[in-house]
């Protein structure tokens, strides 16, 4: 059974930073891993995805704040977040897929979120 645990949502203040990590129960190397959120009342938004070459694409909202790496053999991704803001307050998933992409349609696996709340 294919399992994504994600830890590390916490309550920060605007500006402040925080790191996601994905513990992944697959044998990933040749999945795309990718972060998504959700906040209350919005559509599930793709944040960023690698693929097994470690290449990455970010949304427009988070370029040049959030970054997201990958350890093929601790089978974990993170999601380095600095300068957060208000609007980045949101449910935060891990998921894995065999696209490089940010649609949620093309993501297989998930796991069940860890929140992340920045105050203003």
């Known amino acids: 059974q294919v399992q994504l645990v994600e830890s590390g949502g916490n309550s920060v203040q605007a500006g402040g930073s925080l790191r996601l990590s994905c513990a992944a129960s697959i044998i990933y190397g040749r999945y795309c891993m990718a972060w998504f959120r959700q906040a209350p009342g919005k559509e599930r938004e793709g944040v960023a995805v690698?693929?097994?070459?470690?290449?990455?694409t970010y949304a427009d909202s988070v370029k040049g704040r959030f970054t997201i790496s990958r350890d093929i053999i601790k089978n974990t991704v993170w999601l380095q977040m600095n300068d957060l803001k208000p609007e980045d307050s949101a449910i935060y998933y891990c998921?894995?897929?065999?696209?490089?992409?940010?649609?949620?349609?093309?993501?297989?696996?998930w796991g069940s979120g860890t929140q992340v709340t920045v105050a203003s």
């Open positions: 998921a894995a897929g065999t696209v490089r992409t940010l649609d949620s349609r093309r993501f297989e696996y």
């Open positions: 690698i693929d097994s070459g470690d290449r990455t």
